[in-house]
């Protein structure tokens, strides 16, 4: 089965956008993606705002911080908070840094068995 997964983080600079990198070379019957909560700073920085498209694609959504979980759901309704599994990765890493890129798979691994 072809699953889809969304990153989401603040910006989407570097957490999400490292948890989407990364993982698409690692797993590439996978499909991932990653978005910001904050639109305006998305807009800024040229990187992807969350919208609800992502939300309905994705099959699971990965979020950084509670923050990113409360506002997907006051926004919607809670209508995805089945999908939305929180990584508690705090907002103090650099795009691909390799303690990033750790915590990421170690709070992740369950989610691809493939």
């Known amino acids: 089965m072809n699953y889809n997964f969304l990153f989401v983080c603040s910006a989407n600079k570097q957490r999400s956008k490292t948890g989407e990198d990364y993982f698409s070379n690692i797993y590439p019957n996978f499909n991932f993606k990653s978005c910001g909560t904050n639109v305006k700073l998305c807009q ?19 979020v950084m ?8 759901n006051e926004n919607t309704g809670k209508k995805y908070v089945s999908k939305i599994i929180l ?4 907002d103090k890493y650099k795009y691909y840094q390799k303690e990033l890129i750790e915590i990421l798979i170690e709070n992740t691994k369950k989610y691809f068995q493939e």
């Open 44 to 62: 800024k920085e040229g990187t992807n705002p969350i919208n609800e498209e992502m939300l309905i694609w994705a099959d699971i959504v990965f």
């Open 87 to 90: 990584l508690s990765i705090e």
């Open 65 to 72: 911080e509670n923050k990113h979980r409360k506002l997907i």
